[in-house]
């Protein structure tokens, strides 16, 4: 992968990047997505000649691939908000989805089942057992759950599920 081209800062954190074996994204979930800061280091470090572009795929092949990624994060909603039918959209399908496939499978990663603290803020109780289950599942990371997303062999010519995988 070339990235002579990048300044030191984002060499460094390109290297990290390529060092690792799992990547944790800690955040609060800031207006239905990752905050702005952390969308800008996105935006320097997934860079084209790094995760993508000229002779680096993307998805499964992209440049980060072999590598697991989880997304950790904390909310000012409950969880009942968080669901199909609730007000602040389904947490899977739609709030967390944009950032677990059009950024982390997109460079490469696969990505795996997230870490959600639902309003940590407001109950002590709840904060001490939230740690306690990151802890657990810092401890069992080979065995959290891959999110299922098709490889990209899986799609034609014009970006489409071929049928036999829909």
Do not use: C
């Amino acid at each position: 992968m070339k990235t002579d081209s990048f300044s030191q800062d984002i060499k460094v954190e390109q290297e990290k990047l390529l060092w690792a074996d799992f990547v944790i994204f800690q955040f609060p979930l800031w207006w239905y997505s990752v905050p702005a800061i952390l969308k800008g280091w996105f935006d320097r470090v997934f860079a084209s000649g790094f995760v993508y572009g000229s002779g680096i795929g993307r998805y499964d092949t992209g440049g980060l691939k072999g590598r697991k990624a989880m997304l950790s994060t904390t909310t000012g909603s409950p969880q009942q908000g968080f669901t199909p039918h609730g007000i602040d959209g389904d947490i899977h399908g739609q709030i967390l989805y944009h950032i677990n496939h059009g950024m982390l499978y997109y460079a490469g990663l696969e990505p795996v089942e997230p870490f959600i603290a639902w309003t940590p803020a407001r109950d002590e109780e709840a904060r001490k057992r939230y740690l306690q289950e990151f802890e657990q599942r810092m401890h069992n990371l080979a065995s959290i759950p891959s999110i299922p997303y098709h490889s990209v062999a899986h799609y034609d010519e014009n970006r489409q599920l071929k049928p036999e995988y829909r």
